[in-house]
């Protein structure tokens, strides 16, 4: 990866960082070549927009389901706990990127919590609002999805992976990967090494592709998937209705492609790109800098949309619907329908929940596009 100081931009391209207001040229994603620096992508691993503003006074539990209000009760106090586990003086100061931490006596008790339900019980909510009742600064406590982490390795390496995390207070992850054998094993040997520096866990997953009929929770297949972590942590159920079976929404019609196009020129910020070239960009740019390659974007705008043509592309632009959706960019298309995007043969294997997520995600961002077109016009 290529390591850039912090003072140099972030992304090369014709233009400021941010598009400009009405009038101006749409920018082209296409265009971006976003660099990241180390202690960027370290320092990016907050809860995203969407979450910025949770805390647990902000988790209204369903009355009828007490297990909501007993995760809340043990989240608090789990935290509370971080704060007398504080081993650095130096938690504000800058990153020792090559040091070596010292191991730290075994805690007393769990250090990992597992947070373990059905869609819509407000999981993330929760382990957002652990990230910031955490007693740390943003600095010694990270929290990214399970993809992300596995990003942040293939970009820095695992030794260096251990290094950066390994003097955290807390580490949150959202959406552990069940379906992925390869990254599960990854992140939970990632794990072990944090563990032994004393970094705390919180963690919520998905259901093994297998059992996606078989009932809500996924505490067993979590705790089995990493195997001799599964001590560490303290499993939260937490009950309440799953929208899963509510199933999916349906996709907005596509608009004329040169409404897509005028909609670009009129929106402030917004970005214009052909479906086909952007998939063919994902591929030469490392998926922990998609969020970089959509930073200051107000609006993705979109022509020719088609399915996409084979699974390493569409797990790209599921990390690209993923990011976009943190963000709350919304998307106007031309071309195929969202619910059109992944082939049936896709939505059956192995990594259907991912492609479900994604078009779920992105359809709901082309809902907003289109109020957003509704008010510009």
Known sequence: MTIVSTTEAHISETGSEAPGGPGDAPVALTAREPHVPADQLVAEMVPPPRFDGVRFATYIPDPAQPSQTEAVRVLGAFADRLGGASRSADGGGPRRWFRRVPKQAAPAGPRGVYLDGGYGVGKTHLL?????AAPAAPGRKAFGTFVELTNLVGALGFQQT???LGDHQ???IDEFELDDPGDTVLVSSLLARLVENGVALAATSNTLPGKLGEGRFAAADFLREIQGLSAHFRT???DGEDYRHRGLPEAPEP?????VTRAAHRIPGASLDD???????LSSVHPSRYGELVRGVRAVCLTGLTPVPDQSTALRLVVLADRLYDREVPVLASGAPFDRLFSEDMLKGGYRKKYFRAISRLTALARDGGAL?????
């Open 236 to 238: 939260l159920r937490i």
């Open 373 to 377: 077109v509704g008010a510009d016009g």
């Open 170 to 172: 807390l580490l949150c």
């Open 255 to 259: 608009y004329a492609a040169e409404e």
């Open 128 to 132: 957002a609002s652990l990230w910031h």
């Open 162 to 164: 251990v290094r950066t």
């Open 275 to 281: 479906f086909s070239a952007l998939l063919g960009h």
